[in-house]
């Protein structure tokens, strides 16, 4: 039987040899065909906007953005831009972790706390929080609070659900046996249900940060006197169409760039799962 | 010498019928009891009321309070290594070198660091099996502990607990729907039937026991009858 395995082995391992060679052309060519079809409307936007098609009062040309963006970061102010922003983000975003994990810890764990704290809370996500923006200028005035608190309000919502969903759907049977190992309901939590919990809180983590940014860009189109979006608000008042674009690239890096971030965090927290693992 | 555990009229019933129906049952310690029934007779029930996951009403209810389950599936923590479900049984201090003592005792030391989810059926249920005796148990719960195994991991498996019995001598208490592993392995065998226990089999045969011999073919054609087979599907 082990004959008959290790052959099969060999088999499957020359078909990899001479698969190998025609599986990285083949990626090499789907990378390639993704590739064209952006590049092909980068250079026609390019086109048109040189022969003068495209006016830079409706969209600059993509070399201008280029140059735009290398001035604005030698001239320091896209980076200062960037560090206001970003610490909106993280400020607002830590806030949302901390009240929604609390949240959904108390409700997911008790059921005289998902009696309090799910049904107000279901109420509030039915709510399109953007359009607070203008209660919150009222309640905080017109400095960071009310941004903050925008990026805050709307990211709470994934984290609380996908938590407490998390806590709600673990195994009972997992329950039971650390209920055997004598582990009291403080070691039940620590060892099952929050490590059980995890993955759901982690993609609530990650839907939470593409919320905050969205909540960021829209808190900060409103009476900002700094960050990314100040520079948006001034560029245009004087038409520059370029800064705006390169802006709202910094907005996709940045969204990409935390998410990558926490896609690290599970790739590590979750090495334990099979797809993770492989 | 005084039982281990000492059951007296024990009912439980969920809204409907009895489930179990006055069960007296008493166990020696370091005596291997199994306990057999078709599936609804209340031997897992009774099982859970042993391992403290349900409460039920009795005259007399004795159960130590060092004991071990191990379950039908292994209900390892996915998220844990190997040694550290293993060592999730014990508060002690030296709780890793007790627990990489146990899994020494399982053959399972090349896997301490390996997680869960990647261990074959028999070594998991193997893992499960350390991570009971870790705690050194008093009466130690087995839940059809190989129901879910192939018929060749069953039989490696049932010298392994024959084995760790033997070393450990904890009082052993297996439910199982299988009539042979109960007769391989058990001082004494119990059928519930109806939520009451309606026979009891003592065997003497020594260890290791083959299934050529006749008077073991007996018990087990015996214990068949009993469970409604007939012996022509024995």
Known sequence: MSDTMASAQDKRQRADQSARPRNADGRLWTIGARIASPIALIVIWQVASTVGLLSPRILAAPSDIVATAVRLIESGELITGIAVSFLRVVAGFSIAVFVGITLALISGLSRLGEAVIDPPIQMLKAMPFLGLLPLFILWFGIGEAPKIGLVAFGAIFPIYLTLHGGIRGIDRKLIEAGQTLDLGTPGIIRHIIIPGALPSLLVGIRYGLSVAWLSLVVGEQINASSGLGYIITYARDFLQTDVIVVCLLVYAMMGLLTDGLVRMIEAYALRWRPQVIA | ?234
């Open chain 2, 1 to 234: 010498m005084s039982n281990l555990v000492d059951i007296r009229q024990l009912h439980r019933s969920f809204g409907g019928p009895a489930i179990l129906d006055g069960i007296d049952l008493t166990i020696a310690p370091g005596e291997f009891v199994a306990l057999l029934g078709r599936s609804g007779s209340g031997k897992s029930t009774l099982l859970r009321v042993l391992s403290g996951l349900d409460a039920a009403p009795a005259e007399k209810l004795e159960i130590p309070s060092r004991r071990s389950v191990v379950f039908q599936e292994p209900r390892l923590l996915p998220w844990k290594s190997v040694m550290d479900n293993v060592a999730l049984g014990v508060k002690t201090p030296d709780s890793r070198s007790r627990a990489s003592q146990a899994l020494a005792d399982v053959a399972l030391s090349h896997r301490q660091d390996a997680w869960p989810l990647t261990l074959s059926g028999g070594e998991a249920q193997r893992a499960a099996l350390a991570r009971a005796l870790v705690r050194e148990p008093a009466l130690l719960l087995l839940d059809e502990p190989f129901a879910a195994l192939d018929a060749l991991t069953r039989l490696r498996m049932h010298d392994l607990v024959f084995e760790l019995w033997r070393k450990h001598k904890p009082a052993v208490l297996l439910v199982t729907h299988d009539v042979w592993e109960a007769v391989a392995l058990a001082d004494r065998i119990l059928v519930l039937d109806q939520g009451r226990i309606a026979r009891e089999i003592r065997i003497d045969a020594p260890h290791p026991r083959r299934r050529s011999d006749p008077q073991l073919t007996l018990v087990e054609t015996e214990l068949l009858q009993e469970l409604g087979v007939e012996p022509s599907h024995a």
